[in-house]
Every structure is written in C-alpha cells, then in structure tokens.
C-alpha cells in the first residue's frame, strides 16, 4: 500500500438546500493508508462567508465525526475551532 495514495472527489449542494443555507462547493480528500477525511467547503455566490474545513475519521461506517475550523486569513486572529459529528440517516424513513 502507498502512504501517500488518496482518493479526491468534488461536489455542490442541491438547489433546494442553496436556496435556504446558499450555495457551497466541497472539495474532499481520503487518505487511503488511515482513513483521514477532509472536506473543504465554501460559498459558491457570496465570498464573504467563510470557507470551513471538516476533518477526522468515520466512525462504523454510520458517523463522521471530527474538528471544522473556519479558515482566516487575518494573521492575528484566532480561527473559530470546534467539534463535530454527523451521522447517516437510516434507510427505514
């Protein structure tokens, strides 16, 4: 195995979730060697809304669980850091 291979995907929000949340690109990456998942995401019309990375590991195949920051690029400024998780829906609803 390469420690260095990574699986890359890209997409976008749907319409209807735009209209209510605007409009976001994610960038993804995998790290095939331990599993690492970062997704960068950011504002497709408004510039002024932050671009935020999501990072850390899925958790049994249901949970994705992790760190988001919020990207500055004000040296002095502390970057707003905090946990997260987000889980699949199941498939009974």
């Known amino acids: 195995m390469q420690r260095g291979a990574q699986y890359h995907s890209r997409g976008q929000d749907s319409p209807e979730y735009g209209q209510a ?3 976001y690109h994610f ?3 995998v790290r095939k060697y331990d599993g690492l998942v970062a997704i960068v995401r ?4 408004i510039p002024e809304l932050s671009t935020t990375i999501f990072h850390r590991y899925l958790v049994g195949n249901q949970h994705f669980v992790g760190n988001c920051r919020a990207v500055t690029t004000n040296w002095n400024a502390t970057p707003l850091e905090g946990p997260f998780i987000v889980s699949r829906a199941s498939d009974a609803e």
């Open 27 to 29: 960038y993804s990456r």
């Open 21 to 23: 949340w605007h409009r």
């Open 42 to 45: 950011f504002s497709t019309f």
